[in-house]
C-alpha cells in the first residue's frame, strides 16, 4: 500500500499526518518519520504536499480553543477488536472524559483496564482517535505517548466545552 504523508505546525508543535487510499492511517506529535516506518514497515512511504493536512491542523486547532469541530476524515483503524472497541468508545463519548475502568465496563470487561490502556497506547492515530481523554479513576492524569503537558492541554480544551 502506498502512505502519502506531511509534516506541519499545529498549536501543539510539529505534526505528521499520513494517509493511504482508506483514509489517515497516522499522526505523530512528535513528526518522526522512522516511527511511521516502523508502524509501517511494508509500505510505501512518500514525503508529499499532503492536502488534508491543513484540514487535521485546523481540526485540532478547533479542538484546544474548546469548539467542538465535526471530524469529518477518513480512517484506516487497523487493531484487534479490543484496540478497535476501546478506540470506537472513544470516538463515541464526543467530549466526555472517562477513565479506564469506565471504558472497560462499557466493553462489559470490568477488569480489563490494563487492556485499555495498552490499546491507547498503541492508537495510531493521535488525537482523531481521543485517547487523551482517558484518566485515572482517581481523577489523575496517567501517561501519554506525547507527554503529560500536551495530554493536560488536550483535556483543558475538552473542559471548555
Known amino acids: 500500500m502506498i502512505i502519502n504523508y506531511a509534516i506541519g505546525l499545529c498549536e501543539l ?3 505528521l499526518v ?4 482508506k483514509g489517515i492511517c497516522f499522526i505523530s506529535l512528535n513528526h518522526n518519520v522512522n516511527e511511521l516506518i516502523k508502524v509501517f514497515p ?3 512511504i512518500h514525503n508529499t504536499d499532503l492536502s488534508i493536512l491543513s484540514d487535521v491542523v485546523i481540526y485540532i486547532n478547533e479542538l484546544l480553543q474548546g469548539k467542538n469541530p465535526i471530524m469529518s476524515f477518513k480512517l484506516d483503524v487497523r487493531g484487534t477488536a479490543f484496540q478497535i472497541g ?3 468508545v472513544l470516538l463515541n463519548t464526543s467530549n466526555t472524559i472517562l477513565n479506564y475502568l469506565e471504558i472497560a465496563t462499557i466493553l462489559n470487561s470490568p477488569n480489563s483496564c490494563r487492556a485499555v490502556a495498552q490499546a491507547c497506547a498503541a492508537n495510531n492515530i493521535a488525537i482523531l482517535i481521543p485517547c487523551h481523554k482517558i484518566i485515572r479513576k ?5 501517561g ?6 500536551k495530554k493536560r492541554i488536550l483535556i483543558n480544551a475538552i473542559k471548555k466545552n
Open 18 to 21: 499520513a494517509e493511504n487510499n
Open 42 to 44: 511494508k509500505d510505501t
Open 138 to 142: 482517581d481523577g489523575n492524569l496517567s
Open 86 to 88: 476501546v478506540w470506537n
Open 144 to 149: 501519554y505517548r506525547w507527554g503529560i503537558d
Open 13 to 15: 508543535g510539529k505534526i
